[in-house]
């Protein structure tokens, strides 16, 4: 059946889905929902596009067909699902909310260690080993790899008990903090992560080549979540500082490790209240992880009043993302 908009699928309930409506919202994509149990949705700063909310195996299953254009779910639900053609575009892999990992896990008393020791426990016991996983595709791919004997036992519901009742030998599941592992007597392999998974964006290739409007929307939604992703590393830092003029200040910012700034220092004239004509102000973009070194660095060169800020978003020229789409449809 045709239809006139562009459709996004987002997560429809559970933790996932929480994150995702706030990380939008953060990069300016409120969703408007009028009727709590409608599953459809508008945003008012994209016009024409819908917002869908469904199960994560079924944003992918969409996208992949075409009924759906964008979707936003775990990478792990992506990659077991995404099928054998090339119909999904992974336009962001890393949108920083989701986290975990699929990880193979063992009983905590197995001697096994690393998944080289699964043959060794394999031939011991004279069979494959049975594997309970939600993950079929990506586990038994992992294991093929590996050239671990096994067979995969399905399961719908709580993965942790399988091996306590003689379901299976070992599971693969998602893991975040790993006490679910604990608490069921059960740890990861030491070299057992499948996959390291977070939120992600995807869209339906053909979408992308054959409407014009797809690809603007694409271009939108990377521009502003790779702007906010940047923005959060980042924090914005102004000091005072004296000197001869901007570029003897910028010199000396020169000589440090982490005051450079993005593409260089915005100096402006102070006008000082002693009436000395050689104050600036020094505006740099700095990481959080390096802030105190940047304020001992300030310091260290004349720096004072040192004042930080949130950024909300960086935009660059051109997101080396949507770049990277463009290629990936040529």
């Known amino acids: 059946m045709e239809r006139s908009d562009l459709r996004l699928s987002i997560p429809s309930k559970g933790r996932l889905a929480e994150d995702t409506v706030s990380f939008l919202s ?11 149990r409608q599953y459809e949705a508008t945003i008012p700063s994209i016009p024409g596009l819908t917002v869908l909310f469904q199960r994560p195996t079924d944003i992918v299953i969409s996208v992949r067909n075409g009924s759906v254009d964008f979707g936003v779910t775990g990478l792990d639900v992506v990659e077991e699902h995404r099928g054998d053609g090339d119909d999904i575009l992974l336009l962001h892999e890393a949108l920083g909310f989701g986290k975990c990992a699929l990880a193979l896990a063992v009983p905590e008393d197995w001697e096994a260690e690393c998944v080289a020791d699964l043959k060794t426990t394999a031939a011991a016991q004279g069979r494959p080993l049975r594997v309970a996983t939600k993950f079929p595709f990506l586990t038994g791919q992992f294991l093929e790899k590996k050239q671990v004997p096994f067979s995969l ?15 299976a030998d070992l599971i693969s599941d998602l893991v975040s ?51 906010r992703l940047r923005a959060k590393e980042n924090l914005s830092v102004v000091a005072n500082m004296r000197g001869e003029s901007p570029e003897a200040i910028a010199a000396r910012l020169f000589t440090q490790k982490t005051i450079g700034g993005l593409d260089g ?8 209240q002693s009436g000395d004509p050689n104050w600036y102000a020094v505006h740099i973009i700095v990481s959080k992880v390096n802030l ?19 950024v909300s978003f960086i935009f660059e020229e051109e997101p080396p993302r949507y770049r990277s789409m463009l290629e990936a449809l040529k």
Request: a neutral charge.
């Open 177 to 227: 903090s790993g006490q679910t592992l604990r608490d069921n007597r059960l740890r990861p392999l030491a070299d057992g992560e499948i996959l390291a998974s977070q939120s992600a964006l995807i869209a339906n290739k053909g979408a992308l080549k054959d409407d014009p409007r797809a690809l603007s929307v694409a271009r939108q939604l990377l521009e502003v979540t790779e702007a």
């Open 292 to 310: 105190f070194g940047a304020i001992n660095e300030l310091r260290s060169i004349g720096g004072s009043g040192v004042v930080v800020s949130p």
């Open 26 to 36: 953060s990069c300016g994509i409120d969703i408007y929902k009028p009727n709590p």
């Open 153 to 167: 036992v399905s399961a719908e519901g709580t993965l942790e008990i399988a091996p306590a009742i003689g379901n």
């Open 265 to 272: 220092p915005t100096i402006n004239r102070v006008v000082h």
